[in-house]
């Protein structure tokens, strides 16, 4: 099977699709993963040039990863989530120096800064941190630049042969991210899944939400998260994003879905649903 997943090389996205690989195939295979941005991962997929796409979605500190979620809806006639993947995310501050004192600017993807926002301000007061793209990228950056630390984990500074300045700079010690694995259909039921649903109305009124929610709530259909995204093709306008816990399959939340669909269409909106997938725990995954 081959894998697309945000690269470079080193990020915690390819962990991802290496514990993905193993739990399906018994086996890693690190030459079937390869590595591009989010949109492109899933643009893969679609034109059949892979067969799985490993995407982050969702981090315990720094909450949903937008970008995904954006190309998920854009992308909703062609890929659908089928499965996921939790990922225990630790960071070190890694270089070329022997000593923290000589770091001058410190590199990360913007999520790792966040995450451990509290312990670089500790540590590096008078540092101002630099997103870059990905974790690997900063990695990328300390091997070439003079007096630059990668926010990144232990087995990419180990990668990119860097000395580890700092352990555990995560805020929170239990972090960890979830990944969404797409694909070009979802996953059948399992009975412990979760569907994820995109809702854009065409014209706001008061009582909206209320009214989609209360769908799930005459249906039985109980519901993990809501979150809105800027709706990319008109100004100050959003889309919903519902996870809940049901495959798309069972009744009620069938019914939820047709009733919600009959209401979209009165207000020229949509409804889009991005997938049904089997709810993972950390164990499922041989995480550490």
Not at 142 to 153: D, I, M, N, Q, R
Not at 168 to 190: I, K, M, Q, S, W
Not at 228 to 236: E, G, L
């Amino acid at each position: 099977m081959q894998i697309v997943t945000l690269g470079p090389k080193g990020t915690f996205s390819e962990e991802a699709a290496l514990i993905y690989q193993k739990r399906i195939s018994g086996q890693t295979a690190p030459e079937n993963i390869r590595f591009s941005n989010i949109f492109d991962c899933l643009q893969a997929v679609e034109s059949y040039q892979a067969d799985r796409a490993v995407l982050p979605a969702e981090n315990m500190v720094d909450g949903i990863i937008g970008l995904t979620f954006d190309a998920l809806i854009e992308f909703h006639d062609f890929i659908k989530v089928n499965d996921e993947v939790h990922v225990n995310i630790k960071y070190v501050l890694a270089g070329q120096m022997d000593q923290p004192k000589k770091v001058k600017t410190i590199v990360s993807h913007p999520s790792a800064l966040n995450q451990c926002a509290q312990n670089l301000e500790r540590l590096f007061p008078s540092i101002m941190p630099v997103p870059v793209a990905s974790t690997a990228e900063a990695a990328v950056k300390a091997t070439e630049e003079t007096g630059v630390a990668a926010l990144c984990s232990p087995r990419t500074a180990q990668e990119y042969g860097l000395n580890i300045l700092h352990e555990n700079l995560a805020d929170y010690p239990d972090n960890e991210t979830r990944f969404f694995v797409c694909g070009l259909t979802d996953h059948a039921p399992t009975g412990n899944d979760r569907t994820l649903l995109a809702v854009r109305f065409g014209a706001n009124r008061p009582g909206q939400l209320y009214e989609i929610t209360g769908f799930f709530a005459d249906n039985g259909v109980d519901l993990a998260f809501v979150q809105s995204r800027p709706y990319k093709v008109r100004p100050q306008e959003y889309v919903l994003l519902f996870e809940m816990v049901g495959h798309k399959s069972e009744p009620g939340l069938k019914r939820a879905l047709h009733q919600i669909e009959q209401k979209i269409r009165q207000t020229n909106g949509w409804k889009k649903v991005l997938g049904s997938y089997p709810r993972r725990k950390k164990e499922e995954n041989g995480d550490s």
